[in-house]
């Protein structure tokens, strides 16, 4: 199968995301988990807030984009893989906090993946990994969606429907 059997979900904080990647998972898919929530799990279990890890956003994003190329490196290219967020979403933030990503990983990420879904943002939720106020979830989020397609997608567009229709929806466009 290749690369061409990785399969990213994308969209702004809170649009389900993370729940719908649990399902697919509980179906037997091979997911890779965010890398943003696992960095800042490991930094509360050391004692941090989320405020703390994420307290320069640039810099967050260059320890985000280096466990995502180690989620690449271990992702299996044998069978259908879900990445929740990935390189596309790298990118995407880099532009949002005005970064400059750099050209080779703008290169890998427009190659990366089958297919991208992007989910619409549902009722904003907080949560207590999360530091973005809805505002800039929306902003995010429609950064995401552009840069996406500014990279060669063709978006699947992941409307706010229940998560079971989501699921269908994904399934039906492997």
Do not use: H
């Amino acid at each position: 199968m290749g690369l061409n059997s990785w399969y990213l979900l994308t969209g702004g904080p809170s649009s389900g995301k993370t729940t719908l990647i649990g399902e697919l998972a509980k179906l037997g898919y091979c997911i890779i988990p965010e890398a943003s929530k696992a960095l800042i799990d490991e930094g509360k279990a050391a004692g941090k807030t989320p405020e703390d890890v994420r307290q320069d956003e640039v810099y967050f994003t260059k320890i985000v984009l280096a466990r995502r190329l180690e989620d690449i490196t271990s992702a299996p290219r044998d069978q259908i893989v879900f990445f929740d967020r990935g390189l596309v979403d790298s990118v995407a933030y880099d532009y949002f906090y005005g970064a400059e990503p750099s050209p080779e990983i703008v290169q890998m990420a427009r190659s990366l993946y089958r297919r991208v879904f992007f989910l619409e943002q549902v009722k904003y939720d907080i949560k207590e990994f999360r530091v973005e106020n809805e505002d800039t979830a929306i902003s995010l989020g429609a950064c995401l969606r552009d840069t996406s397609q500014q990279l060669g997608y063709a978006l699947v567009i992941l409307p706010k429907i229940s998560v079971e229709e989501r699921l269908k929806l994904v399934l039906r466009n492997l």
